[in-house]
């Protein structure tokens, strides 16, 4: 991180000095690019734990963040989880294991589907508002009045939008997961019959802590890397309306990204410590 | 008339002095936007900075409030270099000084009550509701716009807007305003407004001010002393009459 | 203001329940996983195996016990398995409770199986070691119990026929003229004829409690199990030998004092040589029967305890009231 912070610091000389051995510029805007999000990453670890802590606004944060998204999250978890249950239904008749179908959908539910598409859902929603959001207050010089009324915008804004989509992502993913379940459950009850009982205890059966935990911890990765790409490409976009929609367009495509790339992660972290 | 290129920051501890400009620089990688400026803006003056569009008038009163760095030069604002200065003492300083923005900068996803309370909840954290309410209705009532408290920005015509955020850059009754193009983007009758009512505060709250503007109208109403920005430094310094009256070119063309 | 509070509400139901359905599920997984609750660790021991993992089932009868919890190479034979296992189950499983080593489901998953042995053991402790060969200690109590049984009877015709030499020996009633003897050795018969009567007792209980457990019944399972019991024999049976020794010794030392004796009063030596003799033998016989004192005194002290032992009360009691009834008759 400190050599991104000296490159994005030097990157005029360097510039100059590679222009004449062809280093494309793009790849030097790339690095300028890692390098100054890196330093709000770090300004953001600063700042959230230096008092003042501006909580009335990350409780609205939340409110806004959160539950908000409540309905979007909850419907798709409901469909997932009835869509991926017919899905799976005639495969396992095939192979003669149909009863093993809680125990399919409630590992594809909790591992994988449940957090990955909430994060999905959450970088569209919450992401590209947070880009736009952030993007219009810069532009319209928001964010300087409130540097100049002695509030600490960077405070204000980013760490209360961050710490809220840090925290909220797993509660969203976790009513996710139950409301997905419910929706498998249901799938299963289109067929077949299946007290609801029967179901959960087949899924809690299933489950160990080395399904959930990971699943759990890694949503809050998530959470935070849709916050923070979100806050940094809004804080730091450039003037105009087009700057503003450049914003909100590339924080959802880097934090979508950057999902699957932090699931990758942890797939490694977890297989590696033999949680799976 | 009065070139100011035999200029002394000698004196920067005169008692009326409130704003020392002294060899401001800034530039942005290669571009030089303010070269060797040089101002100072005297108790209960209100100082009108003149320039073409892009020529640099945000980034000086930018660097006055902090909000910029510059690259070289002094400001003292009230006594003390700014360079020098803490976080919380600019804070502190901040809370003496009102800034309007070009684009008035309210908060739009706030009420105007929330608006104008904003910059009490850090500097005024100790005073009760009631209280806040009542200089939140009295400076709203001093723009004219009461009635709007418990509007949104977005409900507001561009005139009432310009009126609601000069009523939250007055709300902790600033010794200094920064006013950056008041009047720009607003129609003629209604700028006259904003003109008239910069004019009203003034007189009301007795601050000392640095008006940015290429409204000449406005620029007559409100200003006790003119100041010409051109190519990065102050070129001219005097009177509206003064400069009305100058033979330099580049002065002239603004009085067209 | 109210819209506000209306909106913290919202949001505090929202994360309460987020955060209830984790904990709940986390509570139920952990059920499942004996990750939270009460369980205890149970130890077992194998040679090989066969790729069974931590965070393998445990099942006991079928049904699912625990998981096992680690794995460590004790030596180049032994593999010793941690098992983690639900305390509800604690009752079910045995000392003498066996752990195999099985396959789980299709995909070749390892499970360790605890089956019930017949023969009823004492619960197991926590802690506590798992055979893995089916009844091996009951073997080896057996063992030991037929072993103690075999010798006691030994011990007793040994005893048995000392008392009746030295009743029968009217020579050496005549030459011992030292007071302390006869009545020392008064003592000594009282307590061999005591620890005849009780080593019979032993060899019938003995004898009853092998016949039980071969009957598979009751409590006669945990008693071979039962330590303490299985050493207060082991003792008995030690201290019952030393005396019976002893007095073999006792009866030889007779034989020759009242031979040498007999021998000198017929060569003409006369009683002050056989008395002079008679002084230094006399320590000795009394040296060997403070010894056997001490052994019967011990060995009626072990079956005191033995009959006192709420695991073996029962059959010295049953013992007892058969003694009665043969008095009777
Ligand atoms: N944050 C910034 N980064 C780079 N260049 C800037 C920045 N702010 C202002 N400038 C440049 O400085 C010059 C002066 O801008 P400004 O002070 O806003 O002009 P105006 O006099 O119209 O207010 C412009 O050319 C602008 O491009
Ligand atoms: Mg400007």
């Known amino acids: ?276 | 008339m009065a070139v100011t290129d035999t200029y002394s920051p000698d004196d920067s501890t005169a008692e009326n002095v409130v704003i020392r400009i002294a060899h401001l620089r800034k530039q942005f990688g290669t571009r030089v936007v303010l070269n060797d400026f040089n101002v100072d803006l005297h108790k209960g003056e209100s100082l009108v900075v003149l320039g073409r569009s892009g020529s640099g008038k945000s980034v000086l009163i930018k660097c006055i409030i902090g909000l910029l760095k510059p690259d070289g030069g002094d400001i003292f604002v009230l006594g003390k270099n700014i360079a020098d200065m803490e976080h919380a003492e600019m804070d502190q300083l901040r809370s003496r000084i009102g800034f309007l923005f070009q684009s008035n900068a309210l908060y739009d996803s706030m009420t105007i009550r929330e608006n104008l309370e904003f910059p009490m909840r850090h500097h005024l954290r100790n005073l009760s509701n009631s209280e806040v309410n009542d200089m939140v209705m009295k400076t709203l009532a001093d723009v004219g716009l009461a009635h709007t408290v418990d509007m949104m920005p977005s409900e507001l015509s561009g005139g009432m807007q310009k009126r609601v955020a000069l009523a939250r850059s007055l709300i902790l009754h600033p010794e200094i305003m920064l006013y950056d193009e008041p009047t720009t983007g607003l129609d003629p009758v209604t700028g006259r407004e904003i003109s008239t009512l910069i004019t009203e505060v003034q007189k009301k709250y007795s601050t000392s001010s640095i008006i940015i503007s290429h409204d000449m109208h406005c620029v007559k109403m409100t200003g006790d002393k003119i100041a010409v920005l051109i190519e990065g430094k102050c070129y001219a310094l005097g009177t509206y009459e003064e400069l009305e009256r100058s033979t330099d070119h580049n002065v002239k063309q603004f009085f067209e | ?329």
């Open chain 1, 1 to 276: 991180m400190i050599i991104f912070m000296q490159l994005r610091v030097n990157v005029t000389e360097f510039c100059i000095d590679f222009n004449c051995m062809k280093i494309p510029s793009s790849l030097l805007g790339f690095f300028n690019e890692i390098g100054a999000a890196s330093r709000f990453v770090s300004r953001y670890f600063q700042e959230v734990v230096q008092p003042r802590y501006e909580v009335k606004q990350f409780i609205k944060q939340c409110f806004l963040i959160g539950y908000r998204s409540l309905p979007l999250i909850g419907i798709t978890g409901f469909i997932m989880g009835l869509v991926l249950t017919m899905q799976l239904r005639p495969t396992l008749i095939a192979y003669g294991v149909v009863s093993k179908l809680p125990v399919m959908v409630s590992l594809a539910i909790v591992r994988e589907i449940g957090p990955v598409i909430s994060a999905l859902i959450f970088a569209g929603k919450i992401s590209s508002s947070m880009g736009a959001e952030l993007g219009s207050m810069k532009v319209t010089e928001q964010i300087d009045a409130m540097e100049v009324s002695g509030t600490n915008p960077f405070k204000y804004l980013v760490v209360t939008r961050v710490l809220a989509a840090t925290l909220m992502l797993p509660v969203l993913s976790v009513l996710s997961d139950a409301i997905g379940l419910y929706g498998s459950y249901l799938g299963v009850n289109i067929r077949d019959h299946t007290s609801l009982s029967l179901y959960f205890f087949e899924v809690f059966n299933t489950l160990k802590f080395g399904d959930v935990l990971p699943a759990i911890i890694k949503t809050f990765f998530f959470g935070f890397a849709i916050g923070i790409i979100g806050c940094y490409k809004g804080y730091n976009s450039s003037k105009g309306t087009e700057g503003v929609g450049r914003a909100a367009n590339s924080a959802v495509v880097i934090s979508s990204l950057m999902v699957f790339i932090i699931d990758l992660i942890t797939v490694q972290i977890t297989d590696v410590l033999g949680l799976n």
């Open chain 3, 1 to 329: 203001m109210a819209k506000e509070t209306l909106n913290n509400i919202k949001l505090g139901i929202f994360i309460s329940s987020g955060l209830l359905i984790l904990i709940v599920s986390l509570y139920l997984v952990g059920r499942n996983q004996n990750f939270f609750g009460s369980n205890f660790y149970v130890r077992c021991r194998f040679s090989n195996i066969n790729g069974l993992i931590a965070g393998n089932n445990v099942r006991f009868s079928g049904i699912q016990a625990g998981t096992v919890n680690q794995i460590q190479v004790i030596d180049d034979t032994t593999i010793e398995v941690t098992l983690l296992i639900d305390k509800k189950m604690k009752p079910y499983i045995h000392q003498n409770t066996y752990a195999t080593i099985g396959n789980d489901g299709l995909m070749g998953n390892k499970v360790i199986n605890l089956t019930p042995n017949m023969v009823p053991a004492p619960e197991i402790v926590d802690g506590g070691l798992l055979y893995n060969k089916k009844k091996p200690y009951t073997d080896e109590m057996m063992e030991t119990l037929s072993n103690t049984n075999n010798n006691v009877e030994v011990l007793s015709r040994k005893l048995i026929s000392t008392v009746e030499q030295i009743n029968n020996s009217h020579a050496l009633w005549s030459i011992l003229n030292d007071t302390t003897i006869p009545k020392n050795l008064n003592v000594s018969l009282s307590n061999i004829k005591e620890a005849t009567v009780r080593i019979n007792d032993m060899s019938a209980v003995i004898t009853d409690i092998a016949k039980d457990i071969r009957d598979g019944k009751g409590a006669a399972g945990s008693l071979v199990a039962d330590e303490k019991v299985a050493n207060d024999m082991k003792q008995a049976v030690a201290h019952i030998n030393n005396a019976a020794q002893e007095s073999e010794v006792m009866v030889a030392r007779i034989d020759s004092i009242v031979k040498q004796v007999q021998q000198d009063i017929n060569n003409g030596h006369g009683t002050a040589h056989a008395l002079l003799k008679d002084t230094m033998l006399v320590s000795r016989l009394n040296n060997s029967m403070s010894n056997i004192e001490k052994g019967t005194a011990a060995f009626n002290k072990d079956m005191e305890a033995l009959q006192h032992n709420f695991l073996t009360r029962g059959y010295f009691k049953k013992e007892a009231k058969k003694n009665k009834k043969a008095m009777k008759e």
